[in-house]
T-cell receptor, first 112, second 108 residues
Framework: NAGVTQTPKFQVLKTGQSMTLQCAQD?????MYWYRQDPGMGLRLIYY???????DKGEVPNGYNVSRLNKREFSLRLESAAPSQTSVYFC???????????FGEGSRLTVL | AQRVTQPEKLLSVFKGAPVELKCNYS??????LFWYVQYSRQRLQLLLR??SRESIKGFTADLNKGETSFHLKKPFAQEEDSAMYYC??????????FGAGTRLTVKP
């Protein structure tokens, strides 16, 4: 079972470039999430989608957009990357009932 | 503001010693609280949740509403417990927020 798959695993961008992080889950979960992980800051929620067709801002949404393409897929887009967006990004999914999150392996993004 | 606080960024103990990782939350209604763990080169995963009152890998966590705390405890730490630990809280609409994390090192 693949669980939560996110691509790419590594990416280097120049300031101002755009990119999309892709995430897919095969567990039929309703909720999906994007977090960023920074040293000393822990995991901070960027956006989440409680169910197909809905998205909500988290703690640090500025500079990001998301699309819940269908129940399986939830993408994160950086329209104009900034060095402050250098981070490790994690996608996660959850069956709403019990709240357990299942995480992807992470995507390391460097913005020069 | 919705907040989960883990006051210790780093915690180091010797093998066999007790360990307590602290977590405090901002009071609001009935909290749903979790501990997640990230071992080296592994995915972040659920360790335990308060609602099930379980013990996983010798760890327990008790919700103390008076102190708004959900500290993670283990009486005898093992080297394989070395990892990054995150306290998390679920809010309405399945919004899940994490603390800053505590890196636990268990020395031989």
């Amino acid at each position: 079972n693949a669980g939560v798959t996110q691509t790419p695993k590594f990416q280097v961008l120049k300031t101002g470039q755009s990119m999309t992080l892709q995430c897919a889950q095969d567990m039929n979960h309703n909720s999906m999430y994007w977090y960023r992980q920074d040293p000393g800051m822990g995991l901070r929620l960027i956006y989440y989608s409680a169910s197909e067709g809905t998205t909500d801002k988290g703690e640090v949404p500025n500079g990001y957009n998301v699309s819940r393409l269908n129940k399986r897929e939830f993408s994160l887009r950086l329209e104009s990357a900034a060095p402050s967006q250098t981070s490790v990004y994690f996608c996660a999914s959850s069956a709403a009932r019990d709240g357990e999150l299942f995480f992807g392996e992470g995507s390391r993004l460097t913005v020069l | 503001a919705q907040r989960v606080t883990q006051p210790e960024k780093l915690l180091s103990v010797f093998k066999g010693a007790p360990v307590e990782l602290k977590c405090n939350y901002s009071y609001s209604g009935s909290p749903e609280l979790f501990w997640y763990v990230q071992y080296s080169r592994q995915r972040l995963q659920l360790l335990l949740r308060h609602i099930s009152r379980e013990s996983i890998k010798g760890f327990t966590a008790d919700l103390n509403k008076g102190e708004t705390s959900f500290h993670l405890k283990k009486p005898f730490a093992q080297e394989e417990d070395s990892a990054m630990y995150y306290c998390a809280r679920r809010y309405n609409n399945n919004d899940m927020r994490f603390g800053a994390g505590t890196r636990l090192t268990v020395k031989p």
